[in-house]
Nanobody, 128 residues
Framework: QGQPVESGGGLVQTGGSLRLSCAAS????????MAWFRQVSGQNRLFVAA??????????NYADSVKGRFTISGDNDKNTVYLQMNSLKPEDTAVYYC???????????????????WGQGTQVTVSS
């Protein structure tokens, strides 16, 4: 119950674009952030981007490796988050996970420790 559901992964050539979507019904607090992480087989899960809201305002944060290429956005009322990925590189190849929480922990919004609900992941493969 409440597990985020991702969609939008696939295979794309270097320089191409993909848009990931996520719906998280378990996110019961409008103050709680949502985020994207990615993981390569055999490696740790890494932060990609996060978004959090305060009323009608929102704040975003990105990993240095994706700044200027990826954009996170979302609909606070619909518990959805998106990741627009442009200028994709082979090193972006990974399984991308959507993360959400029902208990906001502001100091941990950029860490996997700040999230309780994880999607099953969607594969993104960038060919060279």
């Amino acid at each position: 119950q409440g597990q985020p559901v991702e969609s939008g992964g696939g295979l794309v050539q270097t320089g191409g674009s993909l848009r990931l979507s996520c719906a998280a019904s378990g996110r019961t607090s409008k103050n709680s952030p949502m985020a994207w992480f990615r993981q390569v087989s055999g490696q740790n899960r890494l932060f990609v981007a996060a978004i959090r809201w305060s009323g009608s305002d929102y704040e975003t944060n990105y990993a240095d490796s994706v700044k200027g290429r990826f954009t996170i956005s979302g609909d606070n009322d619909k518990n959805t988050v998106y990741l627009q990925m442009n200028s994709l590189k082979p090193e972006d190849t990974a399984v991308y996970y959507c993360a959400a929480t029902g208990q906001p922990r502001p100091s941990l919004w950029l860490s996997s420790s700040g999230y309780d609900y994880w999607g099953q992941g969607t594969q993104v493969t960038v060919s060279s």
